[in-house]
């Protein structure tokens, strides 16, 4: 559905996207991740053919974007980071606005209906959009991408100046756009990643340094492997036994229990895997494990160490 082909771009002496290659296939929701000013924004214009690259291609469903710009676009519901809007136009006088500007064929009054109860617009599609809040201006903005039925949603930082309920909503919305468009989400912002995203790509400094699938983003840092584990012994000697293991990065106590246990987590260094050798090495102690768990690397973890 979208192919991007050694995408590069400078602005004047400064490379703001460098030779980056990604697909993303129809109906897969993919977060594209990366720091402030990591080109991510840069690579969204560029996609939807609101930028023209150094060098590098763009194709929307085999479509060069540069090429035959009028007929890839068709194509795209498009999300600006800051959205498009005319405030002093009413939701409802705005979206008729955007349908004629994209020349859409469907039936007028139905189609726009049907965006307005998707986004949950009735109550506001005759309040100027200048009235509404932070949320629903948002909401508008996504409305006008939703025109003409777009196959495939870009959506650049959706939630970013939201409150807490306002995101949650926002999250929910992109959700049910999912089970029939293929959605690329910019964003900085990690749990919106996790929260409703198939694959993530993170691109740092114009580079693309990871492409993995959700479920399988633990695979992106093994030096953040870390477990819990449950010992009954001496406190205060367990602590230094586990802090002294070769292989430990990192040991913090976490809590005890009522029948003198104490919890710890363990973070291994790279490479190393240090359950069974504990295992070993504590029966000999007779320190028993009461419990062991592994703890993935969170999103945060994996960002900050490819980032770093």
């Known amino acids: 559905m979208i192919q991007i082909e050694h ?22 929701v993919v977060g594209f991740l990366g720091p402030n000013g990591a080109g991510k924004s840069t690579t969204m214009n560029m996609l939807t053919g609101y930028l023209s690259s ?5 194709s929307i469903n085999g479509i060069d974007i540069l090429e035959n710009p009028s007929e890839a676009k068709r194509l795209i519901g498009f999300l600006p980071e800051q959205p498009p809007l005319y405030y002093d136009m009413t939701t409802i006088e705005y979206l008729r606005f955007i349908y004629d500007l994209k020349r859409c064929t469907l039936n007028r009054r139905e189609h726009i209906d049907e965006i307005i109860d998707v986004m949950g617009l009735r109550e506001m599609e005759k309040r100027l ?13 996504i409305a006008g991408a939703l025109v003409s039925d777009p196959r495939i949603l870009i ?45 993530i790509l993170i691109i740092d400094r114009g580079r693309l340094i990871a492409d993995e699938k959700t479920d399988n983003i633990n695979t ?9 584990i449950r010992i009954l012994g001496p406190k205060g000697e367990v602590t ?9 990065a990192k ?45 993935g690397a969170s999103l945060e973890d994996i960002f900050i160490a490819l980032t770093k």
Not at 10 to 26: P, R, T
Not at 129 to 141: A, N, T
Not at 240 to 248: C, V
Not at 252 to 275: E, H, I, N, P, T
């Open 155 to 199: 959506f650049d930082e959706p939630t970013i100046g939201l409150d807490p309920r306002q995101i949650i909503e926002i999250r929910e919305l992109i959700r049910t756009l999912s089970k029939d468009h293929t959605i690329i989400l910019s964003t900085h912002i990690l749990p919106e990643v996790q929260a409703v995203c198939d694959r």
């Open 129 to 141: 959009i200048g009235q509404l809040s932070k949320g629903f201006k948002q909401r508008v903005g």
């Open 7 to 28: 995408l590069t771009k400078y602005y004047g002496q400064k490379l703001a996207v460098d030779d980056i290659s990604f697909s993303v296939g129809e109906g897969e």
């Open 220 to 228: 992106l840092a093994e030096e953040n492997r870390r477990f819990t």
């Open 54 to 58: 150094t060098s590098g291609k763009c």
């Open 251 to 295: 040991v913090d106590y976490m809590s005890s229990g009522k029948d003198g246990s104490s919890l710890f987590m363990v973070q291994c260094k790279k490479g190393a895997d240090l359950r069974r050798a504990l295992f070993y090495a504590l029966a000999e102690k007779r320190w028993p494990i009461l419990e062991l768990s592994p703890v």
């Open 240 to 248: 230094q036994f586990l802090r002294k293991t070769e292989g430990a």
